[in-house]
């Protein structure tokens, strides 16, 4: 290989976009209060059994190795304008549709318009809650503006749009295509072993020295069918996430789901028997969509740049690649075969050249006979890789099965693809060697770095961080070995406030991703607030090789004569609406914080308790409700918040409907007395109650004033500032009731009571 440009690489990674991660996030049709849409879409009958036989007659027609797994039936479906409306309390527009296709064992879609609002979320569920998609975000916009899903396990998909209120209505949804399936890929298959019992899992031990090449590989869903592609580096130094495939698996990739790293682990790994178990790895670490670079149908490729970069922290790897026409001495197939989870295939033979099926000459690398392993529906695309760990082309088909392994297998030459038809659009060199330096072969790269041989590492402070109700500090860290040398000492600096002077010698033994937990002696620091610092160097008396994860700090608040004051909260059925945070009285401090909570059924509600260290002083204890109608189920919420015999503040049944938060001032101390009077004693407001015209006596300190009024549900209807000594608010448009106004000033935040005739 071209060794400058192995260093560039090394040195110039980037990235082209940010992962399309799916967010943690729950379908609100899933809540009682909320439910799923009443009405739906009555997709035409499909029959399962009349589809999968001509799927196998298709099959046993081609040498082609596309799986397809459901029937695309396409639709016209306006979704914004079609979907049920509902308006939850805080103002969130909820939009649900149900789409039925009877007997359909698992349903995906396209959206052939797709565009989310900044703060919209989108999932997708099943029709007895227990499997939803999501939350899709804007960060699934892209320049295709489409959307294909993953597969839901059911005959019925519920779509639901979650827009925050002043978003409502902007996202964009058409529903093009709703795929019915008819093979159920994520349990009858792998329960009958359809991959075939001579198929080898990529993480058996046959499959040792081949991870990086296996982080490569995903699963494509391309509509109704299955194929296999891999990412592939380039000659520029930057990582751009291409992907590499086969042409006859589809060349519209803007709605195709790439699904990396299914596979099972080693210790569930299934190596060449029947599969007999029901792991089949995470479905999760997926992109939406990719835009087509280029395609060639004679060597049967397609190279894609997907619509983002996969996270590094997914373990992902860039193939390198041998685009020269010298055969491998012996060669490597990684692939998903019949939907199947990750598997590997040996050929332990040179390859040789051939000709696909009577198309062009010598634009295939043909496998005459697998040692272990073989191909099968779904393969497709999948990399074929030299005794070098480069790919050399990407599978177009073949015959060979489990009981076949003799029969031969054709992949297409990265060799025939480099130059294709000679355009950009129908060759890979244009975009595989951006800079025409003329290098046929280039090695792989990890985005997440090249490793080292000596790597020490800190992480995890625990004993010096938070709030520690006395003088005294005993922290605690992990020290991990990142290297490829076993770590056998090092020297750990520490201290408090910037000093590093005080060493603690480690010695003994970790091996690489190895850790251990290290006490250092207890401290005593006067009350306030620190920073722990520590970090390590000298490791097995060497140079650190990566100093970015050597040195890590925490910061603690010291109290030391501290009032306790304990929680006490109980919540509806709904407890995975509340969290609750305290804080400052100015809100830009959190101390502690709590929830969201479990669901519960209905008429039954959960007690929580928590305790806080407080030094002398005022804070705001604020409770959220994300639904917007606080804890006003059956039965209703309350808190109470006690230090010693003392009710500092609570929060009863009666007021529990408080809207989307409620906010309580606690003080405890002789300051904090003080402060809370001082607060208050800041500001006044008159008449009270009032009708038309509210006014405000401030502070004359020369500070902003921000002057909140919300409604007894927590709404807020009018917001004004000033750095005035006197201000006054319309209210003569608000409709008569008790409400709320909040003023912030230099001392804090702080709520009075108005009445409005």
């Excluded at 494509?220 to 996430?241: D, E, K, R, Y």
């Excluded at 790897?317 to 075969?337: E, Q, R």
Aim: glycine share 10%.
């Amino acid at each position: 290989m071209n060794k400058k440009l192995l260093s560039v690489a090394l040195l110039c990674i980037s990235f082209s976009g940010i992962s399309q991660v799916q967010q943690i996030g729950t379908p609100l049709s899933w809540k009682d209060k909320v439910g799923m849409p009443k009405e739906g879409i009555q997709m035409v009958s499909v029959d399962n059994e009349i589809e999968a036989t001509n799927e196998m007659i298709r099959r046993g027609s081609t040498l082609e190795k596309e799986m397809r797994f459901g029937k695309e039936l396409p639709v016209n479906i306006d979704f914004m304008s079609t979907a049920e409306i509902k308006v939850l309390p805080n103002g969130t527009v909820v939009r649900q549709l149900k789409i039925n296709s009877a007997g359909a064992l698992s349903i995906n879609l396209i959206f052939d318009q797709f565009q989310l609002s900044k703060n919209a979320r989108l999932y997708l569920s099943d029709g007895e809650k227990k499997e939803f998609i999501g939350a899709h975000t804007s960060l699934n916009n892209n320049e295709n503006h489409m959307l294909g899903t993953e597969l839901i396990h059911d005959d019925v998909v519920i779509i639901e749009l979650q827009e925050p209120a002043e978003e409502a209505g902007t996202s964009q949804l058409h529903l093009g295509t709703v795929v019915h399936g008819y093979f159920d890929l994520e349990s009858e298959v792998k329960a009958l072993g359809s991959s075939g019992n001579c198929e080898y899992d990529v993480n058996c031990p046959i499959g040792a020295g081949w991870e990086n090449q296996r982080n490569s590989v995903a699963m494509m869903v391309n509509g109704g069918g299955f194929c296999t592609g891999s990412l592939i580096n380039n000659t520029s130094g930057t990582i751009i996430p291409y992907f590499l495939s086969a042409n006859h698996c589809g060349t519209s990739p803007g709605s195709w789901v790439f699904r990396f790293k299914w596979e099972r682990t080693p210790a569930t790994a299934i190596c060449a028997t029947a599969n007999n178990t029901s792991n089949n790895g995470p479905t999760t670490m997926n992109i939406n969509g990719g835009v087509l670079k280029a395609n060639y149908s004679p060597s049967d490729f397609t190279l894609t740049e997907l619509n983002s970069a996969p996270d590094p922290a997914w373990g992902v790897y860039y193939n390198g690649f041998n685009a020269t026409d010298i055969p491998a001495t012996s060669a490597v197939g990684i692939h998903h075969p019949a939907g199947d989870i990750k598997k590997i295939s040996f050929e332990n033979t040179p390859l040789i050249s051939t000709t696909f099926n009577g198309g062009l000459p010598d634009s295939h690398w043909g496998v005459t006979s697998w040692d272990n392993g073989v191909t099968e529906g779904g393969s497709s695309g999948s990399p074929l890789f030299d005794q070098n760990h480069r790919t050399v082309g990407q599978l177009h088909g073949g015959a060979s099965v489990c009981g076949g392994s003799n029969l031969s297998d054709e992949y297409g030459k990265l060799y025939t693809s480099w130059l294709g038809g000679g355009t950009n659009a129908s060759q890979l060199k244009f975009w595989l060697d951006p800079s025409n330096t003329g290098s046929l072969t280039i090695d792989g790269v990890d985005p997440a770095g090249p490793g080292v041989a000596l790597d020490a590492a800190l992480s995890t402070i625990s004993g010096a961080s938070g709030t520690i109700c006395s003088a005294s500090v005993s922290p605690s860290f992990t020290l991990i070995n990142n290297g490829s040398t076993a770590l056998t000492s090092a020297t750990v600096h520490y201290g408090y406030d910037g000093d590093f002077s005080q060493t603690y010698a480690w010695t003994g033994s970790l091996n690489q991703y190895q850790s251990q937990v290290i006490a250092l002696p207890s401290a005593t620091l006067a009350g306030g607030a620190h920073v722990f610092n520590t970090y390590v160097s000298g490791p097995n008396t060497g140079t650190d090789e990566n100093n970015n994860n050597d040195t890590i700090e925490s910061n603690f608040t010291i109290i030391v004569n501290p009032t306790i004051v304990d929680l006490s909260l109980t919540t509806d059925r709904w407890g995975s609406e509340i969290t609750w945070a305290l804080t400052n009285t100015a809100e830009n401090v959190t101390f502690y914080t709590g929830g969201p909570y479990a669901d519960l059924a209905s008429g039954t509600g959960a007690t929580y308790n928590a305790s806080f260290c407080l030094a002398d002083g005022c804070y705001h204890f604020i409770i959220t409700d994300d639904f917007g109608d606080g804890m006003s189920g059956n039965p209703a919420g309350h808190y109470e918040l006690i230090s010693g015999s003392d009710t500092l503040a609570e929060l009863t049944t009666a007021d529990a409907g408080f809207g989307n938060s409620h906010t309580s001032i606690i003080c405890v101390g002789t300051s904090g007395l003080k402060e809370v009077h001082d607060l208050q004693e800041s500001w006044s407001l008159y008449p009270n109650p009032a009708t038309d015209l509210v006014e405000f006596g401030l502070s004359n300190d020369n500070s902003l004033k921000e002057i909140t009024l919300i409604t007894a549900q927590g709404a807020i209807v009018k917001q004004m500032s000033t750095y005035g000594t006197s201000s006054n608010m319309s209210i003569s448009d608000l409709s008569s009731g008790v409400y709320f106004v909040q003023m912030k000033n230099a001392l804090g935040t702080s709520t009075k009571q108005l009445i409005i005739k």
